[in-house]
């Protein structure tokens, strides 16, 4: 493929790295090839080879080693973290609006998925969803936040599919929602009780095969965070304006 007269140098050196590795089918923790064995199959100055890594590193694509060497990375969903976090920490004035969009998503993201896990899901990993929420309950009792447990229960519903992406999507916008919420200073979930009440509802709806009832829970979860991070939000603004 040709590429377009306007592709900065940078990015096509980049590109090329990527490439040399995808076509010798390098797999993640693989050594990459010298600095100057890339400066000679890429035909690029030693200084070109070092920015470009540096720009794949920052992308986990490849890892530098300091004295050992350049590795192929994991690939992972950080840098996505990472710059959704910025993204929705720089939008000031739609503070609530963004923390909104970050949830909407993984709204739709859970209910389409959790159609498709409840046809597969077994009695013994029900039981293991129901015994995370148990421990959430006594979290909640005692006083001890629980975000943690949250993400346990998620990632161990969808745990059956199988599939490896799933718990990454949803870990990255975890991640971004709990750091802006903690940097904001808002709450980010509702009461524990409520937090608790709704997972259950969600297990006790897929041990009733009731996939509807399942995504109506899921969404009850996410628009119960939704609205008190927005009523925070206003209350946050009267605040400051003194009335």
Known sequence: MRRMSGEPRNSRIQREVVQLILDRKLQPGAPLPTEAELMEDLGISRNSVREALKALQALDIVEIRHGYGTYVGRASLTPL???LTFRTLARHEDDADALAEILQVREVLEEGLIHRVSAILT??????LEAVVNRMEEAGRAGRPFPELDREFHELLYASLGNELVPQLLGAFWTVFHRVAGARGR???PTPG???RRHRDIV?????HDVAGAQRAMAGHFRG???RAAQESRGVGRRSGGR
């Open 225 to 227: 965070i939704e609205a």
């Open 123 to 128: 009695e013994p990993e029900l039981d293991r």
């Open 187 to 189: 709450p980010d979930d």
């Open 204 to 208: 006790t709806a897929l041990r009733a």
């Open 81 to 83: 973290a990472d710059g």
């Open 194 to 196: 409520v937090t608790v």
